[in-house]
DNA sequence: CCTACCGATCGGTAGG
DNA sequence: CCTACCGATCGGTAGG
């Protein structure tokens, strides 16, 4: 029973998937498909449990064809973080831009738009890019983990300034470096336990934070 | 080159490694070793990432040794949250019934405690077991995963009554139920960027969480 | 707990 | 992006 016994067709291919539709035939659609069926089983399956063959059948795609796209099944990782990085970084941006026509400079309205915004980042509609990045960086290797923490860190700028005006004017009391941490773990901590069927809304949810952290939703 | 070409010993058993001293000679220490070894490892590099050989490896065992301890990985892991979470519930029973001879009736008291119980439980030297249950759940199956519920339950059960009563008091004006979520939250948080050699005390850490949470370090 | 091993699977690749 | 495949590794086991 070598390998070399068996002439025929074998049935290793995924059948009865459609393959090749209308809106699937694009150029980097493709890529962007394997990057979201990814960014899924990295967060329900987890990385190491995550096979590039799983990845392969959910795009229904043959088993080696993820590595035409991607240089291997770490990179995948990587860019899954990368783009969960710079939507989060985009909605930010947008959040904190539509507030610049209302009450900008009010350290109590800022705190909240960018709470509301990292809700949204968290726990909107397919969204597992930033659970992925939250709960598989250890994955990812010195270089990739140096290029995710700037983004980070970009992405964390936004709240820096609004918390050490909190802070100076009394509103915190907690140095903004550690309320800053503290805060954004709280947030964070809710893809574990959120669940969009159930509870309140993202709206309801920032009131809640807005109130437990500065004692009123702003 | 076939398996049976190689009557000679391998070279795979793992060298230089010194193996029976006195201490380890014991019975159920080396099961205990197996599980301090798999919770270092299954944090650095996660689950799916350690192998069995790892772990073996890391107790000075051979490859296929780990398995007359435990029956699979899987139950491996399991050993290792299941063995966090008594460890966490008996450090935090300690913790009150300290508190039972002082201020014992006082909620400001009693959260701080079970912060600072917390924290111990969380970011304590050697602590590997309860962030190993924080980030690799997914891995575990139904059964062992309600198992695991029912001992969480159980530690977050101490914690209703007082945000209960906070909450009754007005010291605390988010429901005490999600309040419980996003202040557990923030602390579990803490040991993605906790730094025992850098970072402030753990009793430091408390002060700021009870500041951030009811604007006093109580 | 070691020895010796296996079946299965996995990431990845050459060539088209 | 598919075909056809490989080398390596991995969890696990029988027997002692």
Redesign the interface.
């Known amino acids: 029973m070598t390998t070399l016994a068996q002439p025929l067709i074998q049935d290793k291919r995924p059948r009865g998937r459609p393959r090749k539709t209308l809106d699937e035939r694009d150029d980097g659609n493709r890529r962007h498909q394997l990057l979201q069926c990814a960014a899924r089983l990295f967060r329900?399956?987890?990385?190491?449990?995550t096979t590039t063959r799983d990845i392969a059948a959910a795009v229904g795609m043959h088993s080696g064809s993820p590595f035409y796209h991607f240089k291997s099944k770490n990179d995948l990782l990587y860019a899954v973080m990368e783009e969960g990085m710079r939507s989060a970084l985009e909605r930010q941006d947008k959040a904190m831009q539509a507030n610049a026509t209302g009450r900008a400079d009010e350290p109590m309205m800022q705190i909240r738009l960018l709470m509301r915004a990292h809700f949204d980042v968290l726990l909107g509609p397919g969204n597992d890019f930033i659970p992925v990045m939250l709960?598989?960086s250890?994955?990812l290797n010195a270089r990739q983990r140096s290029a995710l923490a700037a983004l980070q860190s970009e992405y964390e700028a936004a709240w820096v300034p609004v918390l050490e005006a909190l802070h100076a004017s009394g509103r915190?009391?907690?140095?903004a470096a550690?309320?800053r941490?503290?805060?954004?773990?709280?947030?964070?901590?809710?893809v574990?336990?959120f669940d969009r069927k159930k509870a309140a809304s993202l709206e309801d949810l920032t009131d809640?934070?807005m109130?437990?952290?500065f004692?009123e939703p702003a």
């Open positions: 329900r399956k987890g990385f190491g449990a709960y598989e250890r994955a915190l009391q907690t140095p550690l309320a941490l503290l805060i954004l773990g709280a947030l964070n901590w809710s574990q336990w809640a934070a109130t437990l952290f004692a």
